[in-house]
């Protein structure tokens, strides 16, 4: 059992240097008797076999039997200053805090480390010399990093992310400690500290025209950047969401270590936290999950709007991983651009600040073709965003909140609510096309009107727009939405009486519509939609298109 330590860990044994402290010569001294201290395992009040000792910049954890136990370092850095016994308490009671909200099982409390005699005894009963984040620790084999590096992580595993963090973002504060947290100046501000210190740092191998699109990118969004702060999307998030922080734990995902130590870090968008996840997804070739990801997280908070600065987000998250992978490897080899890590995240970048590709995908199908589960998996091939004509019906406008469990059918499915549904539908593609994405639209577009509006947008763009036409057999209809009515939480509230009412009320393809179309046969097992031969037909007609969420070189 191993628990992960916070960013940029160097493991260290038991024996070795200690951590040079400030101060006096008399502080400096009892700081190292009391690291010596912690090395040993008869400073614990419980079984702690061989203490494993990890440090990094500005902490220090010890790996105890069941347990492990972070400690601040007394340094001072440009963005912490843990020098005084008062402030390294502070950040450990924050750190509880905050990890409480996403790893209450993991983070157990502070703890006292009391000097007795010439030795430090932690949880003894005196004057605290110290403070200890006593946490549980977990197999490490189990973080997501662990999984995807051998092929393990799975769609369900990115599902429960998506689910636990709309919840934790739909639940954050959104009262900032200062009017400054998330605006676009200090984003502009944190931006042109990376990028100058990727110039310092590693000379020669930052992606070209990667500072120039960014400061464009910035200069182009600081308006929106600000607005979403002024409406309160600026929250207190994680900070730090990559998949090292993430472990699969008792059949549910736990993200823990989270940014403690700065408000300018974790005060952030919601969408610049989820673009942690996104970012690390697609620099470890997962794209399809990383779309997965961000379609679940959509559905659930409706924040669409957020998309337009996510590029820039995940651009900006690329290079900091850079910056820390090359200083990590400074003094350890010759050549950077040999650093595995270091080039996924530079041909990241450069992928993401090509110019990306649109399109616009119409779904076409009765309730109950299997459409909905089709052209979920087909965001995956393609990296586009799925609008769910269901999901909108039923959204709460303009909060961060999940959609209701159910709807009244009697009034679902009036012409008046049907024609709002499309309105609201166009009204978001428009959005995402603009920011640049492709869109998957899920709605039966049975009615020649409504597809003749979103052709239009499509048009009016010069995007190339098509129709997967979803064909079942009516008997295989019928089936599928008595089974569906079975479920609780369907976001559907189709049922046959509905289904019969579109088919007597069908407007045919003309033939200009035809000629946009390709036929979907979902009379099929699920594991079909999976592979991407199943979707070649749309795929050619497509050709290399494809949006930036995907992996570089993917299309």
Known sequence: MKLRSDRNVTRRRPRGR????PGDKATRTEWRRMDLALRRASTYPHPAGRVVRIETHISVLYLVGRYAYKICKPVNLSFVDFTTR???????????????????SLYLGVVPIVRIGRTFRIGAVGAPFDHALKMRRFDERDTLSALVARGALRAAHVDRVAARLALFHAAASCHAPSASLGSAKLVREQLEEVLASLERNTPFTVPHGAADWCRNEIARLGEHIDSRRDDGFVRECHGDLHLDNMVSRNGDIVIYDCIEFSDALRWIDVTADIAFVVMDLLARERGDLAIRFLNKWLASTGDFPGLAALRLYVVYRALVRMLVTALKKQGRAHDIGDMSAYGRYRRLVDH?????????????????????????????????????????????RGTLTLPKAHAARSCAYTREAIDANYARLRAISDALLSAGYPVVVDASFLKRVHRASFIELATSRSIAVFIADFRADVTVLVERLNRRAMHIGEPSDADERVLRRQLAELDPLTSAEAALTVAIDTEVSLDSF???????????????????????GYC
């Open 18 to 21: 200690p951590v040079n402290a």
């Open 86 to 104: 008062e402030a390294r308490y502070r950040s450990c009671r924050d750190a509880l805090r905050l990890n409480r909200r996403l790893a209450a």
């Open 352 to 396: 993401l600040i090509t110019p990306p590709t649109t399109f616009l995908i119409l779904c076409h199908g009765f309730s109950g073709s299997g459409k909905s589960v089709a052209s979920e998996a087909l965001t995956q091939h393609i990296g586009a965003i799925r609008i769910c004509s269901d999901v909108e019906r039923k959204r709460i």
């Open 530 to 552: 999976e592979r991407r031969a199943f979707w070649h037909p749309l795929l050619e007609r497509l050709g290399a298109s494809c949006g930036w969420l995907t992996a570089p």
